[in-house]
């Protein structure tokens, strides 16, 4: 896996320690479980080290977001879902099987609030969640 690569490499460039299970949080990230919860990094990780604490894998992951090597977002369910970080993109989300997927998109990358909308804040980042239904669940009529 190239991430794994990439990511002892920033790892050792940032004085990180590497300990397995770091890395282990880190593989699930970036393994198939795409934008994964925090309760089911903890299941996945409990399996090879069940001695693992959620807080402690909640500090992993937000040490990872301070390296900015993973990011996160809020999906409508109101979760937090985590992804090492990727080219900016956007998702869409299945309303039936939960499944998500990527969007690129660099017309939404450049998405403008006007002024009035952003009631003085000042915007440091956006992302954007289409909701539908995935070619599997269409097919089997939602
Ligand atoms: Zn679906
Ligand atoms: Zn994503």
């Keep these: 896996m190239d991430e794994l690569k990439d990511f002892m490499a920033e790892c050792k460039d940032k004085g990180v320690k590497i300990t397995p299970q770091r890395l282990a949080v880190y593989k699930i990230l970036a393994g198939k479980a ?10 996945e990780i409990r399996r090879d080290y069940p ?3 959620l807080n402690t894998i909640y500090k992993t992951i937000q040490l990872f977001i301070e390296l900015g090597m993973v990011s996160q977002f809020t999906s409508r369910e109101g979760v937090i879902r985590y992804e090492v970080k990727l080219a900016p993109h956007h ?5 039936k099987c939960r499944k998500i997927h990527d969007v690129f998109d660099s017309s939404l990358d450049e ?9 003085g804040f000042e915007i440091i980042r956006h992302d954007v969640i289409f909701y539908g239904y995935c070619s599997k669940c269409k ?3 939602r």
């Design 34 to 43: 795409k934008h994964p919860i925090i309760n089911e990094i903890y299941e």
């Design 51 to 53: 001695s693992l604490s």
């Design 91 to 95: 998702h869409v989300l299945c309303l």
């Design 111 to 119: 998405l403008k609030v006007s002024p009035p909308l952003k009631g």
């Design 139 to 141: 097919q089997e009529g």
